[in-house]
């Protein structure tokens, strides 16, 4: 046998071996991306779920505080304007009469 016949065929039993490595790595990525597809599939429902009910007691949060704060709030402060805004008509029209 020449060196050159050893040395091919030293080549093609590495390259085979690299063939079947890289195949075994073919596998494993695809057996991780079905993995995180099952993963997906099983957790997103129940993070739209608590996304949903985050969302209603926010909703439910910002009703609350807009009855029992905010309006009384802006109540309050449209009176005082208004009582300010009465008092400036009636001390400026007081000055201008004769």
Do not use: C, K
């Not at 050893?6 to 490595?21: C, G, N, P, Q, T």
């Not at 739209?48 to 309050?76: K, N, Y």
């Amino acid at each position: 046998m020449s060196p050159l016949t050893v040395i091919r065929d030293v080549l093609i039993i590495i390259v085979a071996l690299e063939s079947i490595v890289a195949f075994a790595l073919l596998i494993y990525v695809g057996l991780q991306f079905w993995s995180l597809a099952n993963t997906i599939r099983h957790q997103v429902p129940p993070l739209i779920s608590t996304a949903q009910h985050t969302a209603s007691t926010v909703e439910g949060t910002v009703s609350f505080m807009s009855e029992r704060a905010l309006t009384p709030a802006i109540r309050g402060l449209s009176l005082m304007a208004a009582v300010l805004r009465f008092l400036q008509v009636l001390f400026r029209g007081a000055g201008r009469r004769p």
